[in-house]
């Protein structure tokens, strides 16, 4: 199985700070027929399910606002939250789905300062 | 608005049995995989089984693997989680969700709200 850990495990910001999330695969999630990284991002605000923000490691989902965004490639990836909104706190998770079975990250929790 | 709402959780002994449904609407749903995430009280996302567009398919996790069996009616635009042998490291809210193509590897755009399953005595 490929192993996602995540960085930190939590993250306390000021509203309006750039925040932070590193996500490593156990090996490469980089499928290269299409050169595409095989990586997604996911929000879990409390008592909801989780919301696609980021697929292909960089493309943003549909309404994800453009402060989120992605970047990497192969193991290393990371999450940017570039000006923290008060209704960013949650959860936030890593996922590859380069091969089954899928996996996810264990998880960081971002709070405000 | 794609939708996907799972039915069938609550509270079930140790050693029982529980069938999970998950209704879908809104889009075509034989043209897509479908999984099942699970959340335990507390903890991080796990992914349980996913079957692809055509049943043809399927995977479980190997903490699920002979215990679950998942299955899809194209017809009724549903999804089912039949689940045996529970114990309570099975607790937890199971998610129903959409992928994004035919298959079973891909990312999650679609999340059900989640059904509760709670095993105890």
């Known amino acids: 199985d490929i192993v996602m850990t995540q960085s930190p495990d939590s993250l306390v910001v000021s509203l309006g700070e750039r925040a932070t999330i590193n996500c490593k695969s156990s090996?490469?999630?980089?499928?290269?027929?299409?050169?595409?990284?095989?990586l997604a991002w996911y929000q879990q605000k409390p008592g909801q399910p989780p919301k696609l923000l980021i697929y292909?490691?960089?493309t943003r989902a549909s309404g994800v606002p453009d402060r989120f965004s992605g970047s990497g490639s192969g193991t290393d990836f990371t999450l940017t939250i570039s000006s923290l909104q008060a209704e960013d706190v949650a959860v936030y998770y890593c996922?590859?789905?380069?091969?089954?079975?899928?996996?996810f990250g264990g998880g960081t929790k971002v709070e405000i300062k | 608005e794609v939708q996907v709402v799972e039915s069938g959780g609550g509270l079930v002994q140790p050693g029982g049995s529980l069938r999970l449904s998950c209704s879908a609407s809104?889009?075509?749903?034989?043209?897509?995989?479908m999984h099942w995430v699970r959340q335990a009280p507390g903890k991080g996302l796990e992914y349980v089984s996913g079957?692809?567009?055509?049943?043809?398919?399927?995977y479980y996790a190997d903490s699920v693997k002979g215990r679950f069996t998942i299955s899809r009616d194209n017809s009724k635009n549903t999804l089912y989680l039949q689940m045996s042998s529970l114990t309570a490291e099975d607790t937890a809210v199971y998610y129903c969700?959409?992928?994004?193509?035919?298959?079973?590897?891909?990312?999650?755009?679609?999340w059900g709200q989640g059904t509760l399953v709670t095993v105890s005595s």
């Open positions: 969700v959409k992928g994004g193509n035919p298959d079973i590897v891909g990312a999650l755009p679609h």
């Open positions: 809104e889009f075509t749903f034989s043209n897509f995989g």
């Open positions: 079957l692809s567009s055509s049943g043809g398919n399927t």
């Open positions: 090996q490469s999630v980089l499928y290269s027929p299409n050169n595409k990284n095989n």
């Open positions: 292909w490691a960089s």
């Open positions: 996922q590859q789905y380069y091969r089954t079975p899928l996996t």
